[in-house]
């Protein structure tokens, strides 16, 4: 995935069995950032696979204050590439899992 | 504690810790 600048990592081990997901955020370049980050925190969250976007999880943090909103897209795409991986990982894994 | 959470008006909440110097790049 392309280097963001903005971290995404599983916050749990992923089984394959749950939709929705664990996730860790951080930033590990400012300066790929338009905006200023709110600090060096690690953001914690959860996201549905079956329900939400990745653009709607970027627009809450942005709402809540951790991301300038000119950082909304970055944000996004960081999440997205983590998901799409965990989404293709899964699908490697249903086979043993049935 | 070292843990801040910040709850988004959508319900979801976001739990923040700081990031250990490990996994923080050099720069």
Do not use: C, Y
Not at chain 1, 15 to 34: C, N, Y
Not at chain 1, 54 to 76: L, N, R, T
Not at chain 2, 13 to 24: G, K, T
């Amino acid at each position: 995935a392309e280097d963001t600048g903005v971290r995404v990592e599983l916050a749990e081990e992923d089984h394959g069995r749950k939709s929705t997901i664990a996730l860790r955020l951080w930033v590990e370049d400012p300066k790929k950032l338009k905006g200023k980050p709110k600090d060096n925190g690690a953001i914690e969250f959860t996201f549905d696979l079956e329900r939400e976007t990745p653009d709607d999880v970027a627009q809450e943090m942005i709402e809540s204050g951790f991301f300038h909103e000119s950082d909304v897209k970055i944000v996004a795409k960081s999440i997205r590439d983590r998901v799409a991986l965990i989404q293709w990982r899964r699908e490697r894994i249903r086979p043993a899992l049935q | 504690s070292s843990l801040t959470q910040v709850v988004h008006s959508a319900g979801r909440r976001f739990i923040v810790s700081p990031v250990p110097e490990s996994r923080l790049r050099e720069s």
